[in-house]
């Protein structure tokens, strides 16, 4: 493992004022947190852990990640970036969106390579990564936390079984043509594809929901999601602008902007 410090200076990194890098931390998204109350460090922050022994996902899923895994939250003021309190539901989907193209952008392209409503990032059916939004409040006001989980060069012997076939890697993307992905390469460009989404997202642009609807994989497929003790059963009919996922329930279509996409 390359010997980096734990505080960047500002500037080393795209869009970023602040970035920690640590060997392991539980959570990245934890650690944001605490750093962001305390309000000493500048942001946009970034909080990148060569490993995480403790990665939350949506509800009380946690995030499996090895070595060859990008863990990551950027923690930012969305008063800075124009992002009103209406935005906060699109923010997994614009990430999404960054992240793809930050990748497509490193040469990782696939047919199959989209965006499974609400968070994740998927091949096809096989997950790649994973978005957790989070808003927390501080004494100088609310504060946004995106953690991303990325599968660079992820060990598939290494996973639990639990998720074996369920994962897919950039690594395995590449095959024998393309030299192995880096997590810092990836981490670099997926920050300055950040850095020109948000203010699309402050903007309301169409152009992105038309975007994030085009890597819709749910759209025109069976899904079930849970609401709770309720499951809506029907076919994926795209994603709103307010980031709602569409369902035809037959006669009508139902708006969800909570719930879980059942495998």
């Not at 999404?96 to 994740?120: M, T």
């Not at 995106?146 to 095959?175: K, Y």
């Not at 950040?194 to 069976?222: G, H, M, Q």
Request: charged share 25%; with cysteine; glycine share 10%.
């Amino acid at each position: 493992m390359v010997d980096q410090p734990d505080l960047w200076p500002e500037g080393a990194w795209p869009f970023l004022r602040s970035m920690i890098v640590r060997e392991e931390v539980e959570s990245t998204s934890d650690l944001a947190a605490r750093m962001v109350r305390e309000g000493k460090t500048p942001l946009p922050l970034g909080i990148w852990a060569h490993r995480q022994t403790r990665g939350r996902g949506r509800g009380d899923h946690l995030w499996w990640s090895d070595e060859g895994s990008l863990t990551f939250t950027l923690a930012i003021d969305p008063e800075a970036h124009g992002l009103a309190r209406a935005s906060e539901p699109k923010l997994a989907l614009a990430t999404a969106v960054a992240v793809i193209e930050a990748i497509e952008g490193l040469g990782y392209r696939s047919p199959a390579l989209g965006i499974r409503w609400p968070n994740d990032i998927q091949i096809g059916a096989q997950k790649l990564g994973g978005i957790l939004p989070e808003r927390i409040e501080t004494s100088s006001g609310p504060r946004l936390l995106i953690g991303l989980g990325l599968n660079v060069a992820t060990d598939p012997i290494a996973m639990p079984p639990e998720i074996r076939g369920m994962a897919a890697s950039l690594a395995e993307m590449a095959g024998a043509s393309m030299p192995r992905p880096g997590r810092s390469e990836c981490l670099a460009a997926i920050l300055d594809h950040l850095s020109a989404i948000l203010p699309r997202l402050s903007a309301n642009d169409t152009d992105l929901v038309r975007r994030w609807n085009a890597l819709d994989l749910l759209r025109d497929e069976p899904v079930r999601v849970a609401l709770g003790s309720r499951i809506v059963v029907g076919i994926g009919a795209g994603i709103d602008a307010e980031g709602a996922l569409v369902v035809d329930v037959g006669r009508k279509e139902e708006r969800l902007s909570g719930g879980t996409v059942l495998r």
